[in-house]
């Protein structure tokens, strides 16, 4: 209901009353201001001028399911929200989530992390309020093996969301990773719940650079205030990222894999590079040379030697 008072003021151009307020949603004049107390709480700031009514100054700066789900328009993803002020990871709360039996497109939001993940065991740095930090939940109908599918269709959603809201452009470095001027910008790590032959569900999760300050960013990493000089609503980015997952997830539902591959691979920082790929205990350099249909690199090496790698880390681009 606090929700309904919320969308009434976001409608308006100006002042309403609470008579109107309360006449329109068929609620007490006392449950209007009790509504609108909990608002503030949470951090809006909401003008009262006598005989005039409320008006909305500004919403807190935080993905709350209010906000998130404000003109979404979305079918399935984001549809089922959960908010946390902070939180272990957000992969173990979708995990159990997955485990519950929640339909996909169910989004799990922490404003901070204490045990933020990334891949091979390494550590996401979670700071509170500047970044987002996502683990979504699908019950894609694929093979184990065609999980590398999510994790690209990710990556060129958040790449497509960055360029609608900030402008910029991104690059992808295979398999995860989000990069600007070869510094990460975003990470993907995707965890699996499958038997051998099923996928029970994936989670994805979503780390994102946005207003942290270099001084606090690990070297190689950067983040979206740094690129483009200004703060960027998370808000509107966490929307559009839901939003362009929903479209490539059906996308690739409907048309295959190929489409995504194409537009991955047309913003690769890797394709036609030499690299150095640390994949299972080893080393592999040569170039890298396409992406095939499951989503796993082929690193020509200097042998003339095609590698098919299906996991690892791209440690250098020259
Ligand atoms: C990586 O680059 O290695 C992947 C980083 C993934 C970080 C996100 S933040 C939200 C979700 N919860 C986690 O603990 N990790 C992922």
């Not at 990460?184 to 038997?195: R, S, V």
């Not at 409907?254 to 194409?262: A, D, T």
Request: aromatic share 8%; with cysteine.
């Amino acid at each position: 209901m606090a929700k309904d008072v919320l969308d009434f003021l976001k409608a308006q151009d100006g002042f309403v009353s609470g008579e109107e307020i309360s006449r329109s949603l068929k609620i007490s004049r006392t449950a209007v201001w009790k509504y609108i107390e909990r608002l503030r709480a949470e951090g809006y700031l909401i003008e009262a001028v006598p005989h005039l009514g409320y008006r909305i100054i500004s919403i807190p700066d935080k993905l709350l399911p209010e906000e998130i789900s404000y003109q979404l328009n979305t079918k399935i993803i984001g549809q089922r929200l959960f908010y946390y002020e902070t939180l272990g990871s957000t992969m173990d709360a979708a995990f159990e989530l997955g485990l519950a039996g929640f339909p996909e497109g169910t989004a799990v939001f922490a404003e901070s992390q204490t045990k933020g993940r990334g891949r091979l065991g390494r550590s996401w740095f979670s700071p509170k309020g500047k970044g987002i930090y996502l683990s979504l939940l699908l019950r894609p109908e694929f093979l184990p093996q065609g999980a590398p599918k999510i994790t690209l269709m990710t990556a060129v959603s958040i790449s497509e969301a960055i360029k609608k809201v900030t402008g910029l452009s991104v690059l992808i470095k295979w398999p995860n990773d989000i990069v600007v001027g070869g510094k990460k910008l975003a990470g993907i790590l995707t965890e699996l719940n499958a038997e051998a032959d099923k996928i029970k569900f994936v989670n994805i999760g979503i780390g994102i650079n946005v207003n942290s300050s270099k001084s606090f960013l690990p070297l190689d990493a950067t983040s979206l205030k740094e690129e483009i000089g200004t703060e960027v609503s998370r808000i509107e980015l966490a929307k559009e990222v839901l939003r362009a997952i929903e479209n490539n997830y059906f996308l690739l539902k409907e048309k295959g894999f190929k489409p995504i591959l194409e537009k991955c691979k047309a913003s690769s920082a890797i394709l036609g590079k030499r690299i150095e790929i640390n994949s299972q205990n080893r080393v592999i350099c040569g170039e890298a040379q396409d992406i095939d249909m499951d989503g796993a690199l082929l690193v020509r090496q200097d042998t003339g030697f095609i590698e098919r790698v299906l996991s690892g880390d791209v440690v250098r681009i020259y």
